[in-house]
């Protein structure tokens, strides 16, 4: 079962944003098997006016395969099967010192099982030169951070001055993206317009200041191929 849907608050919350603001272009960092996030932000983007594109990210072979298969409705969605990061870029090497003894180490399983995901993470990164956001210079409006637990701060650093919208899973009970969340409210220029520690592992979602709203005649027009839409589901 995905765990970010339409009806779930951090998808719901996503739509909401995509529509709100002039998000045309997102980079989707944890794609997984596509049946998620990624069907979420495509129908969000496919009521927008003019061109949209959603680039999705996912390294696990078999998980590309159904990502592929489920995203295909959608023309504008364009799997990608890469590592966000190589090794290069990757930070938590040492898992005392870089994961479980941080102030922003949020998870709630016991040590040992961390340190076993850890250690296969570490493995992994190790065989990984340079990944998709070394290779690609692209910008995007919004980004979803969704990817492995111990890479979610590394892509933050990577994707945070070439985008105007981040979306954090696993942002407060959690590691992957706890840091981001914490330096975020720190910059002036961004602001935090919706969180929920609650949600699962907790999610937010902040905009930069200078991000602008649709225009009014485009969210009405986005609203009523909404409600044409939903009727037409009934």
């Known amino acids: 079962m995905p765990e970010v849907t339409p009806s779930d608050p951090f998808g719901a919350a ?10 045309r272009s997102v ?13 979420v932000i495509a129908g969000a983007l ?17 998980r590309f395969a159904k990502l592929q298969h489920n995203s295909a409705r959608y023309g504008f969605v364009h799997p990608v099967r890469a590592s966000s990061i190589g090794r290069d870029s990757f930070s938590a090497w040492d898992f005392e010192q870089d ?19 850890h250690a296969t993470d570490v493995a992994l990164m190790k065989g990984i030169d340079r990944g998709y956001l070394e290779t ?10 969704d990817g492995g637990e111990f890479t979610g701060y590394d892509e933050f650093r990577l994707v945070k001055d070439r985008t105007s919208c981040l979306l954090l899973d696993d942002c407060f009970a959690a590691f992957k993206t706890n840091r981001a969340r914490v330096e ?4 002036p220029d961004w602001k935090l317009i919706w969180a929920d520690p609650a949600v699962r592992n907790g999610a937010a979602i902040f905009v930069r200041k200078s991000l602008a709203t649709e225009s009014f005649p485009a969210r ?15």
């Open 99 to 117: 994961v479980w003894q941080t102030p922003y180490n949020g998870l709630r399983f016991p040590q040992e099982q961390v340190r076993e995901w």
């Open 27 to 39: 980079l989707e960092i944890g794609a997984f098997d596509g049946d998620g996030s990624t069907l």
């Open 136 to 145: 690609c210079g692209n910008r995007w409006d919004a980004v979803l951070i």
């Open 14 to 23: 996503i739509a909401r944003v995509i529509a709100r603001y002039r998000i």
């Open 220 to 234: 009405c027009l986005q609203l009523l191929r909404r409600l044409f839409w939903e009727q037409g589901t009934k």
């Open 184 to 187: 975020l409210a720190t910059l």
């Open 46 to 62: 496919a009521r927008k006016r003019g061109p949209v594109s959603l680039t999705s990210l996912e390294y696990n072979s078999d």
